[in-house]
Structures are given as structure tokens and as C-alpha cells.
């Protein structure tokens, strides 16, 4: 089991807000080696079945996010959206991506690396509940 870390900002006003995605360092560290041969980028979280269950990594110039999509937040040089259906049971939950040993077995950035991207959650406090923005709708 790996640790997290509570992960808060202060946005212009002061208010002390809790955000919806963290990293580990392990994940952090992959991130940080996979943006070095692909520049900026992107993960999606689908829900789905199978591919869809894990969080699918790819250059950000290659994802082109539908206006269902819920932008959870920035992670170092990545940007981490669901979708809408997912984080609808997931909304209450502070989203933790890990890098593990293994493989993804799936058309991943980080297939091949002997590393795979997993998420793994934890419920929000009341008190995180009342400090969450509104979620980030996207698309083109």
C-alpha cells in the first residue's frame, strides 16, 4: 500500500480548497520520464470495462477531450480527466495515481517500461466535501 498526501491550494481569495487528484512519487517519476520522449501529457479514466478501468496515459496533442469529460486536475506535466459517467460514482473519492511494477496491457504510454499506471482512491471527509470546487467540464 502506498501513501498519499493531502493536496490543498489557496486560491486568490484565501480559501483553503481540496483537489481531486494526487501522485505518488513513483507515479510522479514515471510522468516526469515519459514526458521527456513525448512532451506534455494527458490521461483519461473512462469507467468502462477492461482498457477503460485503469487510467489510459498518452501525449497530450493526441487527446482531444468531449465535452462530457471532467478535468480532475494538473500532475506535474499531465493533465488527468474522466469521464463524466466514472466520476459520477467517483465523485466523492480523492483520486491517487501510482506507478507499479508490471505491465498495463494496454495501449498506455507506459507499456513496455516495466511500469503501469493504476488509481487507487480514498473517500473525501466532510470536511474536503465542503472545500471541493465544482467539477471542470471540458471539450472542444
Known amino acids: 500500500m502506498t501513501t498519499s498526501f493531502f493536496c490543498l491550494y489557496i486560491l486568490n481569495q484565501g480559501m483553503i480548497m481540496t ?16 514526458a521527456v520522449q513525448h512532451g506534455d501529457l494527458a490521461f483519461l479514466q473512462s469507467g468502462g470495462c477492461c482498457e477503460g478501468s485503469g487510467p489510459l496515459c498518452m501525449p497530450a496533442n493526441e487527446y482531444r477531450p468531449v465535452p462530457s469529460d471532467v478535468l480532475l486536475g494538473q500532475i506535474g506535466r499531465a493533465k488527468f480527466y474522466m469521464s463524466s459517467s466514472h466520476f459520477e460514482f467517483s465523485q466523492n473519492t480523492h483520486t491517487i495515481l501510482d506507478a507499479i511494477d508490471g505491465s498495463s496491457g494496454s495501449f498506455s504510454l507506459e507499456c513496455g517500461s516495466g511500469k503501469a499506471f493504476i488509481t487507487r482512491g480514498r473517500l473525501f471527509s466532510d470536511e474536503e466535501l ?10 472542444y
Open 19 to 34: 483537489e481531486r487528484i494526487s501522485a505518488t512519487p513513483a507515479a510522479l517519476a514515471l510522468i516526469d520520464q515519459l
Open 130 to 139: 465542503g472545500q471541493l470546487a465544482p467539477p471542470q467540464m471540458v471539450g
